[in-house]
């Protein structure tokens, strides 16, 4: 991960290591609720395929805290 | 069956709508719908489901009604207080529409519980306010092949999703975590309003048969930057209620009382 790229974080953009996983993301920006949903360009990725996808310069991600109220 | 003149004047604005009509309207008077929690969510799905002619709308929850509810439980009023949530609501919906009705179970929703609840209902709606409970509900819906449409709010921000068991994701494969907060969360009245709407739109649709169902996608609003997102989903093959490897009982039989063994 030695070349950066911008992405956009919760409609921020954010400078990240280049090939950050999902899982190194979570971690970056400290989104420790472990509830957490994660929505990566629209889509809802699941817990077990953290590890395994890579984001891509310019991609959106948006971490999400579950709304449980009632 | 046939609709009365007075049901034809009091459904009049939604029997000249073409996608409704008559047999829609017969399609909704044979319906019955599980209210699950006449709370923030439930008040509001309670009223729409009782103005639009639902036949049939059982009502449960456990708790009574608290002053710390009314800033958002749009069915109980000050002189509620200290009653059941149910017998309020029974109340209010019996005035709105004496012609539905209306099945209150002043009980806790769990497993035990759960299917004599859903028996016989064409639609789960989600008036709770935690996971576990909700899970119970994802449980019963998959089990017994009934949609269940989630809806959740948390200070100026909502969540809603129709779950249909075999079609679409379910409850479990979205919050497949539980950290148990049970702390008070902060809600400002119409947050409920908006979601539950969506939700009430959403069974009305279901029980029609018309239009796009919030199936595969999770819709998320946003009331400080008043926007609404759809977040799209798969089922996801590691679930352990609704994916391929997933536990066929549901119900563990501890859970289940003696009448409930034979359903496994």
């Given at each position: 991960?030695?070349?950066?790229?911008?992405?956009?974080?919760?409609?921020h953009?954010?400078?990240?290591?280049?090939?950050?996983?999902?899982?190194?993301?979570?971690?970056?920006?400290?989104?420790?609720?472990?509830d957490?949903?994660?929505?990566?360009?629209?889509?809802?990725?699941?817990p077990?395929?953290?590890?395994?996808?890579?984001?891509?310069?310019?991609?959106?991600?948006?971490?999400?805290?579950?709304?449980?109220g009632? | 069956?046939?609709?009365?003149?007075?049901?034809?004047?009091?459904?009049?604005?939604?029997?000249?709508?073409?996608?409704?009509?008559t047999?829609?309207?017969?399609?909704?008077?044979?319906?019955?719908?599980?209210?699950?929690?006449?709370?923030?969510?439930?008040?509001?799905?309670?009223?729409?489901?009782?103005?639009a002619?639902i036949?049939?709308?059982?009502?449960?929850?456990?708790?009574?009604v608290?002053?710390?509810?009314?800033?958002?439980q749009?069915?109980?009023?000050?002189?509620?207080?200290?009653?059941?949530?149910?017998?309020?609501?029974?109340?209010?919906?019996?005035?709105?529409?004496p012609?539905?009705?209306?099945?209150?179970?002043?009980?806790?929703?769990s497993?035990?519980?759960?299917?004599?609840?859903?028996?016989?209902?064409?639609?789960?709606?989600?008036?709770?306010?935690?996971?576990?409970?909700?899970?119970?509900?994802?449980?019963?819906?998959?089990?017994?092949?009934?949609?269940?449409?989630?809806?959740?709010?948390?200070?100026?921000?909502?969540?809603?999703?129709?779950?249909?068991?075999?079609r679409?994701?379910?409850?479990?494969?979205?919050?497949s975590?539980?950290?148990?907060?049970?702390?008070?969360?902060?809600?400002i009245?119409?947050?409920?309003?908006?979601?539950?709407?969506?939700q009430?739109?959403?069974a009305?649709?279901?029980?029609?048969g018309?239009?796009?169902?919030?199936?595969?996608?999770?819709?998320?609003?946003?009331?400080m930057?008043m926007?609404?997102?759809?977040?799209?989903?798969?089922?996801?093959?590691?679930?352990?209620?609704?994916g391929?490897?997933?536990?066929?009982?549901?119900?563990?039989?501890?859970?289940?009382?003696?009448?409930?063994?034979?359903?496994?």
């Amino acid at each position: 991960m030695n070349e950066t790229m911008e992405i956009i974080v919760n409609g921020h953009k954010e400078i990240v290591p280049g090939n950050a996983t999902l899982s190194f993301l979570i971690h970056h920006f400290k989104e420790y609720d472990g509830d957490l949903i994660v929505e990566h360009n629209g889509r809802f990725v699941y817990p077990q395929k953290y590890a395994d996808v890579t984001v891509r310069e310019g991609d959106a991600i948006e971490f999400i805290n579950p709304n449980i109220g009632g | 069956m046939q609709i009365s003149s007075e049901e034809a004047i009091r459904y009049n604005r939604q029997l000249i709508l073409p996608e409704i009509g008559t047999q829609g309207q017969i399609k909704l008077k044979q319906a019955r719908v599980l209210i699950a929690g006449v709370g923030g969510l439930g008040s509001v799905s309670a009223y729409y489901m009782a103005a639009a002619g639902i036949g049939s709308i059982r009502i449960a929850d456990r708790d009574c009604v608290e002053a710390g509810n009314l800033n958002r439980q749009i069915l109980h009023g000050t002189g509620d207080i200290g009653r059941p949530k149910t017998l309020s609501a029974l109340e209010k919906l019996q005035n709105l529409n004496p012609d539905c009705n209306i099945e209150p179970i002043q009980e806790i929703i769990s497993d035990e519980t759960i299917l004599d609840m859903v028996a016989d209902c064409t639609v789960i709606l989600d008036g709770t306010d935690n996971l576990k409970t909700r899970k119970v509900l994802n449980r019963a819906s998959i089990l017994k092949g009934i949609p269940f449409i989630y809806g959740g709010v948390e200070g100026f921000t909502g969540m809603v999703t129709t779950f249909i068991p075999g079609r679409t994701p379910c409850l479990e494969c979205l919050f497949s975590r539980d950290n148990g907060h049970n702390e008070p969360i902060g809600i400002i009245g119409p947050v409920p309003g908006v979601i539950a709407s969506i939700q009430s739109l959403e069974a009305i649709k279901l029980i029609l048969g018309i239009g796009g169902l919030l199936t595969n996608n999770l819709l998320v609003f946003n009331g400080m930057d008043m926007t609404f997102r759809k977040i799209e989903m798969d089922k996801n093959p590691d679930c352990p209620i609704c994916g391929s490897n997933a536990d066929s009982g549901l119900f563990t039989p501890k859970d289940l009382p003696a009448s409930k063994k034979a359903l496994k």
